[in-house]
Each structure stands twice: as structure tokens, then as C-alpha cells.
């Protein structure tokens, strides 16, 4: 049966890279039945919002996968790709190949992968004016000294579970299995900031090593502060081979790791979930 995949070029700069990779994919697999949609702004602008977010989601639901630019808001397609399909692992290969401009003056031998957790984190997105926590009398998790909840200000909830968590460690775990039957490493390299935030990164922590103990014992473990991990993607890369992250951290990180071997254009990604992947 022809395969067929939905194209959201994006926001901003992102369709003048969707649109010449569309036409590369179009004379490798002249196969595959390409649905094209406008720009965020265009297809805003030509439909407005509501109707342009109906005709993206319908193209979504048919479409066997979906080849996404970057989105900055005009594009209603985020929160539907990611929450609405549940793709819940997002993957960047960081590998440098002859002819990329790498920054770094020996850049042979990069080639690891990042597993991001997509679906929670600071991401949910629940925010707020301080004073909504006044009713909790919140104190400082360091010193339990009572947090001034009538001060102008703004909170946001960081949310780590167990099942999201474990879902993405074997996922990662899976990634390392592979690599490893190619001849990697076979080593899955946790981070966070678990020293500062126990309960919530410690959860993350505890959870993705207790995987890779218990579920896949032919791997190799390790784990690091996710600042010092910050440096050893600059510092020592080659030493990586599938790093899983909690959504910020990955976010932010992958985006440095894109970096070290040339820029973002060189760092595809893919998300997915257990019925629908997009990239």
C-alpha cells in the first residue's frame, strides 16, 4: 500500500529546510503520497486558526507519519503531535560525518544519541501567580523558611512519574540494545539535577537506573549532574552513546549536542509513542 506522510513545514525559517528535504524525499521514494499543508502563518492567515488546526489534525489522523518543521506558536501542531499521539520518547542521533563544521578541533568519532522524555516535566505546563499557593503555606525545601506567597511572582509544576519515566528508560535501554548488537557501546548515560531537586529528578534518576539494573543487565549504567554532564557533551562526546534526559534538560541539551558536531541542521529528530511517530 503508498505510504502516506503529512508535511507541517513550521514557523519562521523552518519551511526553507522542510521544503528542499521534501523534495529530496520526493526523488529518493517517488512512492510515497506527500499531504503538504502552509506555513503556521500562511495556513493561519488563509483559514484562520481554528480551521487551519482541524485540517492539520485530519491530516495527522491519515497520514501513516509526519515530517514536522519548527514551530514557534503559529503552528497549532505541538501540543496534537506530542499529547494527542502520545509520542512519548523524542530521539536526537548526534553523529559528525566528513564535511560537517564542527567547532571543536577533533570532532571523529562523535556519534551517540539522546532520549528525551516528551510529555511532562515542567512542560505540562502548569503555571501560575504566586499567590495561588498561598492556601498551601509552601516553605523552601532547603531551610523549610515559609515562602512569601504575597510577593509578586509566578510558579510553575514540575510533574516526574514513574510510568512516563520507566516508559522512556526502556526506550532508551531498547536504542542501546541496538546500538550495541552494530558494535556500540551498549551504555546508557542517565542525567539530571538530583542533588538540588531529590523528589523529582531523584525520581527520575532512581527510576531509569533501576531499568537498567533490573530489565537489561548487559548494559552499562552511569549518571551525572546534569550540569557537569553539560560540559562532557563539549568536553569528551565520544565518550556517550544513548544519554536519556527529562524534557527540559533534553530539550536544552540536545540543542548543545547539535552544536558540538556542526549546528541543528545536521541533528534530525524523531518522536514516538506506541502507535504514531513523527519527524
Same mark, same amino acid.
Given at each position: 500500500?503508498?505510504? =502516506? ?55 495527522? +489522523? ?18 496534537? /503531535? ?33 532520549? =528525551? ?18 492556601? /498551601? ?9 515559609? $515562602? ?11 510533574? $516526574? ?6 516508559? #522512556?528508560?526502556?526506550?532508551? !535501554? ?15 548515560? !542517565? ?13 527520575? =534518576? ?26 562532557? #557533551?563539549?568536553?569528551?562526546?565520544? +565518550? ?12 536544552? /541539551? ?16 524523531? !518522536? ?8
Amino acid at each position: 500500500m503508498t505510504k =502516506r506522510v503529512a508535511v507541517l513545514p513550521g514557523d519562521d525559517a523552518a519551511p526553507e529546510a522542510v521544503a528542499p528535504s521534501v523534495a529530496l524525499l520526493k526523488a529518493l521514494a517517488p512512492d510515497i503520497a506527500w499531504d503538504e499543508l502552509p506555513s503556521g502563518e500562511d495556513g493561519t492567515e488563509r483559514w484562520g486558526r481554528e480551521e487551519f488546526t482541524r485540517r492539520m489534525r485530519a491530516a495527522v +489522523d491519515r497520514a501513516d507519519t509526519t515530517l514536522f518543521g519548527a514551530a514557534s506558536g503559529k503552528t497549532p501542531a505541538t501540543t496534537y /503531535l506530542r499529547w494527542g499521539k502520545g509520542t512519548y520518547a523524542n530521539v536526537r542521533p548526534v553523529r559528525w560525518r566528513p564535511g560537517f563544521n564542527s567547532p571543536l578541533k577533533r570532532p571523529e568519532g562523535i556519534d551517540f544519541v539522546i532520549v =528525551r522524555e516528551n510529555l511532562e516535566d515542567l512542560y505540562v505546563s502548569v503555571e501560575g501567580e504566586l499567590s495561588g499557593l498561598a492556601p /498551601l503555606h509552601p516553605r523552601r525545601g532547603r531551610d523549610g523558611v515559609a $515562602i512569601d506567597t504575597s510577593a509578586p511572582g509566578a510558579f510553575a509544576v514540575k510533574v $516526574i512519574t514513574e510510568e512516563n519515566t520507566r516508559n #522512556i528508560a526502556r526506550f532508551a !535501554c531498547q536504542q542501546a540494545l541496538r546500538r550495541k548488537d552494530a558494535g556500540g557501546r551498549g551504555k546508557v548515560t !542517565c542525567s539530571a539535577k538530583y542533588n538540588v531537586l531529590p523528589t523529582t529528578d531523584g525520581l527520575f =534518576r532512581r527510576v531509569v537506573e533501576a531499568v537498567v539494573r533490573d530489565e537489561f543487565p548487559s548494559l552499562i549504567y552511569e549518571e551525572f549532574i546534569v550540569d557537569d554532564f553539560a560540559r562532557r #557533551i563539549v568536553a569528551a562526546p565520544y +565518550d556517550l552513546d544513548v544519554v536519556v534526559l527529562p524534557n527540559l534538560y533534553g530539550d536544552i /541539551l540536545s540543542d548543545v549536542a547539535a552544536g558540538v558536531i556542526g549546528g541543528l541542521g545536521l541533528a534530525p529528530s524523531g !518522536c514516538y509513542g506506541a502507535s504514531y511517530a513523527y519527524f
